[in-house]
C-alpha cells in the first residue's frame, strides 16, 4: 500500500527484517507501531510527530500500552490553522483529525489519513463517517466567513487522489456503469467516491468528470450502450430534468438512469433518484445483477 510504503521511506517504519529476493514481513512490533502511527494521525497529529511517537516504542510494547504514548495527544502546535476549526458534530476521532489535518493544509496527513479509513472501512465508511462530516464542517465555516475554500479545495485533491487508487477490476471487464456531471456542474467527488466504491465490488465504471455538455453525454451513451446512468447535480442552478429525459428517450435507453445530488427539484417518471452513497452502490449493483 501506498501509505506504508511512504511510512516506511519517509519516516523509517517499515520491517525491521528484510531477506533480499524474498517479501518484506512485519513483526508483531512492527504492526504496533503501524497502529500507534495509523492512531495518532488519525488524532490530529502530523505524520511526522506521530512516527517520533511510534519509534520510541520498544519491541515488548503493544500499540494500548506502549509507554510514552499518549492516549488523546494534542495536534502539533506548528501550523495549528491560526486557531481555527471545523465543526464535525458528533463524527468520530478520525474525522476531527481529517478536520485538524486540513485546516494545517497538511496534504501528506490528509492522504494518510483516508487511505488508511479507505483500507480499514471501506469507501462507504470513509465517505460517510469521515469525510462528509469534515466538508459540511467546511461549508458550515465558509457560510458563515466566506473562507475556507482552500481548505475544501485541499481535502477533495487528497480524497480524489485517494479514491482514485482503489483497485480497478481488469481492463478486460468492459464498464457498463457511466457516471457524469450534468452541464455546468463543477462538483464530482460523490460520483468519485461512487466510482471507488462500485471497484471494491468488482464494477467497472466511466466516470466522464464535471460540466458534461447534453450531446457529449449523449454521444457517449451512444457509443458505449451503459447499462446504467448515474447524473450528478450539486446546485439548483444545474439541476435541469430536461437532461435527464435526454437520456431516456436515448435509442438504447439503460437499464438504470438515476439522479444524484440535491440539485434535483424534480426528476421525470422513470428515473431513480439517489440519497447517499451506499443507495447509489445498491442501486447499481441491482440493476446489473449478478455477478
Same mark, same amino acid.
Not at 497502529?35 to 511510534?54: F, I
Not at 474525522?95 to 485546516?103: N, V
Not at 437520456?247 to 438504447?252: D, E, G, I, S, T
Given at each position: 500500500?501506498?501509505?506504508?510504503?511512504?511510512?516506511?521511506?519517509?519516516?523509517?517504519?517499515?520491517?525491521?527484517?528484510?531477506?533480499?529476493?524474498?517479501?518484506?514481513?512485519?513483526?508483531?512490533?512492527?504492526?504496533?507501531?503501524?497502529?500507534?502511527?495509523?492512531?495518532?494521525?488519525?488524532?490530529?497529529?502530523?505524520?511526522?510527530?506521530?512516527?517520533?511517537?511510534?519509534?520510541?516504542?520498544?519491541?515488548?510494547?503493544?500499540?494500548?500500552?506502549?509507554?510514552?504514548?499518549?492516549?488523546?495527544?494534542?495536534?502539533?502546535?506548528?501550523?495549528?490553522?491560526?486557531?481555527?476549526?471545523? &465543526?464535525?458534530?458528533?463524527?468520530?476521532?478520525?474525522?476531527?483529525?481529517?478536520?485538524?489535518?486540513?485546516?494545517?493544509?497538511?496534504?501528506?496527513?490528509?492522504?494518510?489519513?483516508?487511505?488508511?479509513?479507505?483500507?480499514?472501512?471501506?469507501?462507504?465508511?470513509?465517505? =460517510?463517517?469521515?469525510?462528509?462530516?469534515?466538508?459540511?464542517?467546511?461549508?458550515?465555516?465558509?457560510?458563515?466567513?466566506?473562507?475556507?475554500?482552500?481548505?475544501?479545495?485541499?481535502?477533495?485533491?487528497?480524497?480524489?487522489?485517494?479514491?482514485?487508487?482503489?483497485?480497478?477490476? &481488469?481492463?478486460?471487464?468492459?464498464?457498463?456503469?457511466?457516471?457524469?456531471?450534468?452541464?455546468?456542474?463543477?462538483?464530482?467527488?460523490?460520483?468519485?467516491?461512487?466510482?471507488?466504491?462500485?471497484?471494491?465490488?468488482?464494477?467497472?465504471?466511466?466516470?466522464?468528470?464535471?460540466?458534461?455538455?447534453?450531446?457529449?453525454?449523449? =454521444?457517449?451513451?451512444?457509443?458505449?450502450?451503459?447499462?446504467?446512468?448515474?447524473?450528478?447535480?450539486?446546485?439548483?442552478?444545474?439541476?435541469?430534468?430536461?437532461?435527464?429525459?435526454?437520456?431516456?428517450?436515448?435509442?438504447?435507453?439503460?437499464?438504470?438512469?438515476?439522479?444524484?445530488?440535491?440539485?434535483?427539484?424534480?426528476?421525470?417518471?422513470?428515473?431513480?433518484?439517489? =440519497?447517499?452513497?451506499?443507495?447509489?452502490?445498491?442501486?447499481?449493483?441491482?440493476?446489473?445483477?449478478?455477478?
Amino acid at each position: 500500500m501506498t501509505t506504508l510504503r511512504t511510512w516506511h521511506q519517509r519516516y523509517g517504519l517499515g520491517p525491521s527484517h528484510h531477506t533480499p529476493g524474498q517479501h518484506r514481513r512485519y513483526s508483531g512490533a512492527d504492526m504496533d507501531r503501524l497502529q500507534v502511527m495509523r492512531r495518532l494521525t488519525a488524532q490530529g497529529v502530523t505524520p511526522a510527530a506521530a512516527a517520533a511517537w511510534a519509534r520510541r516504542m520498544p519491541d515488548n510494547a503493544t500499540a494500548a500500552s506502549a509507554p510514552g504514548i499518549p492516549a488523546s495527544p494534542a495536534p502539533a502546535q506548528t501550523r495549528n490553522g491560526g486557531g481555527y476549526a471545523i &465543526p464535525v458534530g458528533r463524527a468520530g476521532a478520525t474525522a476531527r483529525g481529517l478536520a485538524r489535518a486540513a485546516i494545517r493544509l497538511d496534504a501528506p496527513a490528509l492522504r494518510d489519513i483516508l487511505e488508511l479509513t479507505v483500507t480499514g472501512t471501506g469507501v462507504i465508511g470513509a465517505w =460517510d463517517e469521515v469525510l462528509v462530516p469534515v466538508l459540511v464542517g467546511v461549508g458550515e465555516r465558509y457560510a458563515a466567513t466566506r473562507r475556507f475554500i482552500e481548505v475544501e479545495h485541499l481535502i477533495s485533491r487528497a480524497a480524489t487522489e485517494v479514491f482514485g487508487a482503489v483497485r480497478r477490476p &481488469p481492463a478486460t471487464e468492459l464498464p457498463q456503469v457511466l457516471l457524469s456531471a450534468v452541464d455546468e456542474e463543477q462538483h464530482t467527488l460523490p460520483l468519485e467516491a461512487l466510482a471507488a466504491a462500485l471497484a471494491e465490488l468488482g464494477i467497472a465504471s466511466r466516470l466522464l468528470g464535471a460540466r458534461v455538455p447534453p450531446r457529449a453525454l449523449a =454521444d457517449a451513451i451512444a457509443r458505449t450502450g451503459p447499462q446504467v446512468v448515474v447524473l450528478w447535480s450539486q446546485l439548483r442552478s444545474t439541476g435541469n430534468p430536461a437532461q435527464l429525459d435526454a437520456v431516456l428517450a436515448a435509442p438504447n435507453r439503460p437499464l438504470l438512469v438515476a439522479a444524484g445530488g440535491p440539485g434535483w427539484a424534480a426528476v421525470p417518471a422513470g428515473v431513480t433518484t439517489l =440519497d447517499n452513497l451506499t443507495e447509489a452502490v445498491q442501486a447499481v449493483s441491482a440493476a446489473l445483477g449478478p455477478r
